[in-house]
């Protein structure tokens, strides 16, 4: 068998990414929520909206790196052998994933570098600029997470 | 007109975002060359295919990023010309097109992998099945 990136940690390093995955889906449902609340009722829950931007961008960038570290282990031992043998629809589920996950890389920095500094009553301004950056990386995390479960509930490692 | 740096950095990294998924959707539309990396030769190839088994997508996340750089830099360079009025409007508006441009190009892949049968590697010799 030829030896991968990283093969032999396939599995902590699955189990570390669902962790951060499954964290930055809870923090990215609670910063949606606090940003909604601040668009429509102009309360201030700016410290709220600093905290759950910046635990959102880390664990969105932890996940990724996570998943970038084990992909070479995924594309061949999950995927080439397995999952474009017996469920191409997996695989391409799986395909989706990565590409949400890519696409909701620059949303979240934006969020973590932006949302840190967050004050409402400063920055009224910036509330619809985070509240659709927010809806877009919830919108990614979600998706991911479940095709996830999905793929991996067919094949993890 | 004091200047606001919170809305110069919005734009600053809108322009990241921008930059970043425009170039996820025109080398993935165009068919660009990306590196592509082969993990069971470890090495890489440049191309807009590779034979064998090969993964684009760490090289396509890097092409987007120096795009993305490059957004950054030129919002930067945007945002320091800008009034605080219109930073704001234009912070606002580069969110909406992070996020149209997010959409766009998920729905692109989801109609190019819809009922894709990409070719299983074959199985080595000394393969079990698990």
Redesign the interface.
């Given at each position: 068998m030829p030896g991968l990136f990283l093969e032999g940690a396939a599995k902590p390093l699955l189990v570390f990414h669902a962790l951060a995955a499954f964290a930055g889906v809870g923090s990215c449902t609670h910063l949606v929520l606090v940003c909604l609340r601040v668009a429509g009722r102009g309360t201030d829950p700016s410290r709220l909206v600093r905290v759950y931007a910046q635990v959102v961008g880390a664990t969105f960038a932890a996940a990724f790196a996570l998943g970038l570290c084990m992909y070479p282990h995924y594309r061949y031992q999950v995927r080439g052998l397995y999952l474009d043998r017996y469920a191409p629809w997996a695989s391409n589920l799986f395909d989706v994933k990565e590409i949400l996950a890519g696409l909701g890389l620059p949303l979240s920095m934006a969020l973590f570098f932006v949302g840190r500094r967050f004050d409402a009553r400063e920055q009224p301004e910036l509330t619809p600029y985070l509240t659709i950056l927010a809806c877009g990386v919830w919108s990614v995390v979600v998706a991911a997470a479940v095709s996830g479960l999905l793929v991996t509930s067919v094949r993890g490692v | 007109m004091a200047p606001r740096p919170?809305?110069q950095?919005?734009l600053r990294?809108?322009g990241?975002?921008t930059a970043?998924?425009a170039c996820?959707f025109l080398t993935t539309a165009l068919s660009a060359p990306l590196p592509w990396?082969l993990?069971?030769a470890?090495r890489w190839a440049w191309g807009t295919r590779v034979d064998g088994?090969a993964?684009d997508?760490?090289g396509?996340?890097l092409e987007?990023a120096v795009a993305?750089a490059l957004g950054y830099a030129l919002a930067a360079w945007v945002a320091r010309r800008q009034a605080a009025q219109a930073l704001?409007a234009g912070?606002?508006r580069v969110?909406?097109w992070?996020?149209g441009l997010?959409l766009f190009?998920?729905a692109l892949?989801?109609y190019l992998?819809?009922?894709?049968?990409?070719?299983?590697?074959p199985?080595?010799p000394?393969?079990v099945a698990r």
């Open positions: - | 919170d809305l950095r919005a990294w809108g990241f975002g970043y998924l996820f990396y993990p069971l470890h088994l993964v997508f760490y396509r996340v987007s993305g704001a912070a606002t969110a909406v992070c996020l997010l190009t998920a892949y989801i992998l819809h009922g894709r049968r990409a070719p299983p590697a199985l080595p000394d393969y």
